[in-house]
């Protein structure tokens, strides 16, 4: 039995290596932290200071995660840089809990900046759920969409994705 111990770890050794190093090279590195009131939006340059309207997406072309402080940043980049195929994953933070959550997977509201303060004056909210969306939608106004929904809508009208001029 202890002849067969040494070269079983090995490559159980081996193995978990591998498991690993595939992991990182393949992309399941987990996603980075935002850090408030120090990271700056990789579209606008602004400070990202309020979590519930931030986002992450991973550029292929540039081999890292960019940051957004408002999801409208987040539409213009993506426009601005091939659209959605030359990003590999996509994080949006749900409105209410504050968890980051899959584009793909959330529900948006897009509501007039007058009354959905965001900071680049998008009014583009995300929730984990269509429930959410929905209540949030009835109580401020907008549309609610999935994130294809979305970006076909801002690809079509990307100036009026800020619906703001803001001065800086």
């Given at each position: 039995?202890?002849?067969y111990?040494i070269?079983?770890?090995f490559i ?6 591998g498991?690993?190093m595939?992991?990182v090279f ?6 980075p932290?935002?850090?408030?009131d ?5 579209q606008?340059g602004?400070v990202i200071?309020?979590?519930?309207y931030?986002?992450l997406?991973?550029?292929i072309d ?5 940051k957004?402080d ?6 213009r ?6 659209g959605?195929s030359n990003?590999?994953?996509?994080y949006?933070?749900d409105?209410n809990s504050?968890?980051?959550i ?5 529900f948006?509201?897009r509501?007039?900046?007058d009354?959905v ?11 984990k759920?269509?429930?959410?969306a ?5 109580s401020y106004?907008?549309?609610?969409y999935n994130?294809?929904?979305?970006y ?12 703001k001029?803001?001065?800086m």
């Amino acid at each position: 039995m202890k002849k067969y111990l040494i070269p079983f770890l090995f490559i159980l050794a081996l193995i978990v290596i591998g498991l690993y190093m595939s992991n990182v090279f393949i992309g399941g590195e987990s996603i980075p932290k935002i850090y408030l009131d120090q990271d700056r939006c990789d579209q606008c340059g602004m400070v990202i200071s309020r979590a519930e309207y931030a986002a992450l997406a991973y550029s292929i072309d540039i081999g890292e995660w960019m940051k957004f402080d408002d999801i409208g940043c987040l539409l213009r980049y993506m426009i601005e840089n091939g659209g959605t195929s030359n990003f590999r994953e996509i994080y949006v933070t749900d409105y209410n809990s504050g968890e980051m959550i899959r584009a793909v997977d959330a529900f948006f509201v897009r509501a007039s900046a007058d009354n959905v303060y965001t900071p680049m004056s998008s009014g583009i909210v995300a929730f984990k759920s269509l429930e959410d969306a929905e209540a949030f939608a009835n109580s401020y106004g907008g549309e609610t969409y999935n994130f294809q929904e979305l970006y076909s809508w801002a690809a079509s009208n990307p100036d009026d994705i800020y619906q703001k001029e803001m001065s800086m």
